[in-house]
């Protein structure tokens, strides 16, 4: 991205003038500031920084689901909440924690929705549904770069989101139109082209 030069130049600069670079170039980046602040300061593990989002997810879709007004605003506060998987994956690069934060944060979702869901019309609740077909998409991409030996990890919570979709007629038929086999799910088979999968489903505009 730099040539040879211009790192070599920026390697010269006096120590006050990096020192002062860095923290202009930081207040611009939070991203980059809080993954330095994780790395240098914090004393927080990231299985401890990653229970903490776990709580943080039941309580904000516990309120939430106290407080519906509609589908449509429960996408909206999901949409917040995963944003918070989002920064915690990207400060702390915990992939392990992006699978299972992602399951423990659909499941809960789909069991706070499910009669709004069954209950709304097609007009109220397809937006929320292609959210979580695509979401369940995604964990399932997420698992099959890990390693084997993790797998295994995550098999309950995979089996129990599967059989949160195929009890919900609306969410069943979502999955089936856009290319989700559920019983992968049920069954934590994932099949091995499962990447080749998605990537012809979205091209055929599906997913969205």
């Not at 070599?8 to 991203?31: G, W, Y």
């Not at 995963?82 to 659909?106: A, C, M, P, R, W």
Request: hydrophobic share 45%; glycine share 4%.
């Amino acid at each position: 991205m730099f040539d040879k030069e211009f790192k070599k130049a920026l390697q010269e600069l006096p120590s006050t003038e990096k020192d002062k670079l860095i923290l202009r170039l930081l207040k611009k980046d939070l991203v980059l500031a809080n993954q330095l602040l994780f790395k240098l300061v914090d004393t927080d593990t990231v299985e401890q920084k990653r229970a903490i989002i776990e709580k943080e997810l039941t309580r904000y879709l516990n309120t939430s689901s106290d407080r519906f007004y509609s589908l449509g605003v429960f996408l909206m506060d999901m949409r917040y909440a995963s944003g918070k998987i989002n920064d915690h994956v990207s400060i702390t690069k915990d992939k392990y924690g992006e699978i299972t934060l992602n399951l423990q944060f659909l499941i809960e979702s789909i069991k706070h929705t499910k009669l709004y869901i069954l209950n709304s019309k097609p007009k109220d609740f397809y937006t929320l549904c292609i959210y979580i077909i695509a979401r369940a998409f995604k964990i399932l991409l997420l698992i099959k770069i890990q390693h084997e030996d993790l797998h295994l990890d995550f098999r309950e919570s995979v089996e129990t989101l599967g059989n949160l979709i195929g009890e919900n007629d609306v969410l069943m038929r979502f999955a089936i139109n856009n290319g989700l086999d559920v019983n992968w799910l049920i069954n934590f088979e994932i099949p091995e082209n499962i990447v080749a999968i998605h990537k012809e489903i979205r091209a055929n505009g599906f997913l969205k």
